[in-house]
Structure formats: structure tokens, C-alpha cells
């Protein structure tokens, strides 16, 4: 799996397996460290598991087969979710995040997905406008359901985001 050559650094796609999820928790918790407004750290080893029983995990690497970010994905019929992408901090600001969403698309729409739906946290105000130009719309609102607990006093709830493929 690539994406586009315009699409920004090289990168292979590939699924995660359970090797990789020790080096996986590290790069998304990395990546989700600006969000101070939650008790604890993004995810767990047990966490993502999950996740990847429940779902899909695919993973950008260099060529020597690092892994540089990823992103969870799910079939929902014929509508696909897309969650928790995480680029690591040496590869922010690179395009990365970019190719990646752009691999993510590709497979759900191999998966006969016709649609992709996304949920972001709403203390997250930098992220509406990125998923925006990536072509997602606003589509409500809702209770948020954060991996981790809200630190006391902050109210946030969930922007859900949708596109068609």
C-alpha cells in the first residue's frame, strides 16, 4: 500500500500485529501528549490490543521498517471510522500525518467503504480545521467517550466528522 506521490514522505503501509505495539503505545502516546486535559497517558498495551481485536492498525514505516505513525481504522458496513492518528514527534510537520490519512482513506475504501467517519475531542480546537481541509464536514455532537478520564473541572465532548469516499 502507498499513497499518492504527492502526498508527502516516503513511507510503506502496512497492518500492525502484535509485535509492534510495544513501539505503537510509545509513538501515539508520544503524539497525544498535548492533551493535558486527560488523567494519564493516551493508551496501554492492553488498550491497543484491544483496539486491534476490535479493528485495524495500519502503520507508515521507512524503508529500514521503522515505524513513523499510524492510525486505527474500522469497518462499519459501508462507512468507516478512522481514529487515534498519531505521527511521531520527529516526523510531525512533515507531511507525514498527511500520507497517512491519505493510506487510511485507500484501505477503507478496499474495504468497500464508502464513507469515513472521525470523532474529535472538542479541547483539540487545532484539529476541526486540519480534518477540514482534508475534506471532512461537521456532521454533530456528542458526549465524549475519552480512553482516559477527564482531569476534574474540564468539560469537553466529541465533534463528529464525516466524508465521503
Known amino acids: 500500500m502507498s499513497p499518492d506521490s504527492d502526498s508527502g514522505p516516503s513511507a510503506r503501509f502496512r497492518l500492525a500485529t502484535e509485535a509492534d505495539v ?9 503524539a497525544f501528549s498535548v492533551e493535558t486535559f486527560l488523567e494519564g497517558t493516551r493508551t496501554d498495551r492492553e488498550r491497543l490490543s484491544a483496539m486491534m481485536a476490535a479493528g485495524e492498525v495500519l502503520v507508515a514505516e521507512d524503508g529500514a521498517g521503522k515505524p513513523l505513525g499510524c492510525v486505527y481504522l474500522e469497518v462499519r458496513g459501508v462507512r468507516g471510522y478512522l481514529g487515534m492518528l498519531a505521527v511521531g514527534p520527529s516526523h510531525q510537520r512533515t507531511g507525514m500525518g498527511r500520507a497517512i490519512m491519505l493510506a487510511a482513506e485507500q484501505h477503507l475504501r478496499n474495504k468497500g467503504c464508502q464513507f469515513v467517519d472521525i470523532c474529535v475531542l472538542s479541547k483539540r480546537t487545532e484539529l476541526p480545521p486540519i480534518y477540514r481541509r482534508f475534506g471532512y464536514v461537521e456532521t454533530g455532537v456528542e458526549q465524549s467517550h475519552p480512553m482516559q478520564p477527564l482531569k476534574p473541572g474540564v468539560s469537553c465532548h466529541a465533534i463528529l466528522m464525516s466524508k465521503a469516499l
Open 22 to 30: 510495544t513501539c505503537l503505545v510509545s509513538i501515539i502516546n508520544e
